[in-house]
């Protein structure tokens, strides 16, 4: 018997839904978004008193942090094994260590009250010192229950007239993560910057006053 054309039409609108339906089972599945973390230093307690910068304190430029071997890029670091590094599948960086790290540097420095100026090196401006670091390691641990994060940063203080190293050291943190995934490595990661741009101004200020004490007064 031969159909009227709408019933022709009916059936063959369910014909295809019924193979769609079919085939979108058999699709592959979009992969997941990735997510992306930030470093950020945490917000410094209120100081009691303004700080005074004295027009006598040295100028500072801050350099970029070079990064070392697998610390270069925004994949997140960590191990379950010695010597074993592995990154996150989704889970990234929003920029490089490097270069979220700098920008903290600055406003760290800053902070300090122990410079009358201080600048990224991308300003081009001339300073009595220059601030050189380098991200020797970043990454979360999972060989250990809690898992932590170490972050370890050397740092060299470079007497901007003579280029020469007049202070260099090790800052380090190692901060336990309060959940076992990418996001508790990212709070304790933050903290650790925290603790380690503390160390680092406690250390221009110490180098600060030795050189103003070796330096011969004028008569």
């Not at 500072?60 to 590094?85: E, F, N, T």
């Not at 004490?213 to 004028?218: A, E, K």
Request: charged share 20%.
């Amino acid at each position: 018997m031969k159909l009227p054309p709408y019933f022709r039409s009916l059936t063959a609108g369910a014909l295809c839904a019924t193979l769609l339906g079919g085939c979108s089972g058999l699709l592959p599945k979009p992969a997941p978004e990735p997510s992306f973390y930030a470093l950020e230093s945490m917000p410094l307690a209120a100081p009691e008193a303004p700080v005074v910068r004295s027009t006598e304190a040295p100028t500072l430029i801050v350099s970029p942090p070079r990064a070392a071997a697998g610390y270069g890029s925004q994949r997140m670091l960590y191990v379950r094994q010695a010597h074993r590094l592995q990154y996150f599948s989704r889970n990234q960086w929003v920029d490089t260590p490097g270069r979220m790290l700098a920008p903290l540097l600055v406003a760290r420095m800053t902070a300090s009250g122990d410079f009358s100026a201080v600048f990224s090196s991308a300003s081009g401006a001339a300073a009595d010192l220059r601030l050189d670091s380098e991200i020797v390691m970043l990454r979360q641990d999972f060989s250990t229950t809690p898992s932590h994060v170490r972050l370890l940063l050397r740092a060299y203080l470079i007497d901007g007239d003579h280029r020469r190293v007049i202070a260099s050291g090790d800052f380090e943190a190692s901060v336990a993560s309060a959940s076992e995934d990418p996001y508790g490595g990212v709070i304790a990661a933050n903290r650790a910057v925290q603790i380690v741009l503390d160390q680092l101004s406690a250390f221009t200020r110490r180098a600060i006053q030795q050189r103003q004490r070796s330096t011969p007064r004028p008569l």
